[in-house]
């Protein structure tokens, strides 16, 4: 088994660790691919935190996140939009592989499923000028169906590839396990997105039975059910090579430990059961 | 707008209401269309359900449930089958519409999804020859994807249509909104089991924003997100316009409230909001 890179998708650590301890920890560890959070470059600033990717030549495997296009009204609607074009300018200033987008959900009190994707393929295409331009690939992440209508209104592979063959090349999928495993034509997906080339990043942690809060429950690698060695192959065999990126919330296990901790915990589970 | 005829699911009363109560509650109701679970039907006795249903020349929308198929051994599995004849002779003795399958997640530690998809698909092979003899259909209810490791392995309309392609006459789906309402391919797909005349029956309830407990916190019709409407048109733009059965897991709201009020909602929310 060829041993892949590791990013710590610093969400994992938010509870004990800002951006600059995060990486520091990650340092520590031995690895040197990261992906923040918006909100923890803002509070470090993006100058330093680009200071600091720069000085540690470290791979930014992404920028959590853009996305949330959805909105009742055509002025909120391009006020997201431009908040996407700020992001588009933070994942540049630190050479990040993409930006990652959560698309939004439903707008208001909306039940217009279709209508709130049509936003967001209109609100990807308006962002992509700039993206280009920019040289920063854009990553849809399908989220879980669980989160259709609050979160993402993206919930298959299938469906945001059909968003990249309308919209052309720069955008492409996040891959997390989280979100994906239990789709039966994962497979299928998987190697379509490969044949298209729009692979752009791979998540992983595992879902935990019973999960016990639908946001904040993901369990680390092994602790599940999700066949994460399957999905790995599939990914690689689709030609992402990638590093690893490992995204955990866990409000009452691993947000509530040592950061060192995890980190060793993750390399453990990486090298055993990835 | 055409009014369908209202089916309750007994899981909807199951707090407040046994069978008897609760078909004596239908009729106040002028609902005379049900659908009971098992252990419903086994707490009064299988002859005296029979004889409630035919004395009051009730329609029994399906029986839930049949299915459970995967298992880690051999035996196992086919207990489960057996079992699954048992439902069989209990959705003929009730004269019931189809037999409704919650097929199972993963059997024990296994991992192995695509495994447990294929013991679904051997388990409801064996039971299709005592089904057609009984005149039974199947009805393979697509769950959620966020039941796919702990309930249900089937979690698209695509997927169960395509197990029914595999095994032929006599298998079809339960439509339950609640489980497919998030999916990016529904119309195609209700269309398809058109096509196919393979809608057995159409279950309503809601998707609450934020919900609290992923099993017990459906919502009644119009509390949430789902658009009912929408969904009532492609399938009856399929083919099917059999009753509407309400099927509401609510311990914190509905389950605590008298049957005759819940009753009294349903009927205000199917003509409202339906």
């Keep these: ?49 680009a200071r600091i ?57 909306s039940k217009d499923l279709p209508g709130a994707r049509q936003m967001v393929t209109d609100g990807i295409a308006a962002m992509l000028p700039h993206a280009r331009a920019s040289g920063i690939k854009i990553a849809i992440e399908p989220l879980h169906p ?3 209508a609050d979160r993402a209104c993206v919930n298959t592979i299938d469906q945001a590839l059909d968003i990249c063959e309308t919209l052309g090349e720069t955008v492409g999928v996040a891959v997390d396990v989280y979100h994906v495993w239990w789709d039966p034509r994962l497979a299928q997906a998987i190697a379509r997105a ?11 942690c595992d879902w935990l039975v019973p999960t016990k809060d639908m946001l904040l ?9 999700i066949d994460l060695p399957a999905i790995r192959k599939m990914i690689e065999n689709a030609g ?5 990126e490992v995204e955990i919330f866990s409000q009452d296990n691993w947000w509530k430990r040592d950061g060192d901790e995890v980190l060793s915990v993750i ?3 990486v090298a055993s059961v990835c």
Tied chains: 1, 2.
């Design 217 to 225: 429950d993901r369990g680390m690698m092994g602790d599940g059910v």
């Design 240 to 244: 992402f090579y990638g590093p690893q």
């Design 1 to 49: 088994m060829t041993q892949r890179a590791i990013s710590l998708n610093l969400a994992t650590t938010r509870q004990v660790w800002g951006f600059a301890e995060a990486v520091d920890g990650c340092l520590r560890a031995g690895i040197t691919a990261i992906s923040p959070w918006r909100d923890q470059i803002a509070a470090i600033g993006l100058d330093e935190a």
């Design 53 to 109: 990717v720069k000085a540690n030549d470290l791979q930014v495997t992404g920028v959590c996140r853009g996305g949330m296009f959805p909105a009742e009204t055509a002025a909120g609607r391009q006020a997201n939009i431009d908040d996407n074009l700020r992001a588009i300018d933070e994942a540049a200033a630190l050479n990040a592989d993409c930006l990652v987008l959560v698309v939004g959900g439903l707008p208001g009190s």
């Design 194 to 204: 490969g044949r298209m080339k729009r692979i752009f990043a791979h998540h992983i």
């Design 146 to 148: 669980m989160y259709a």
């Design 267 to 269: 390399k453990e589970r």
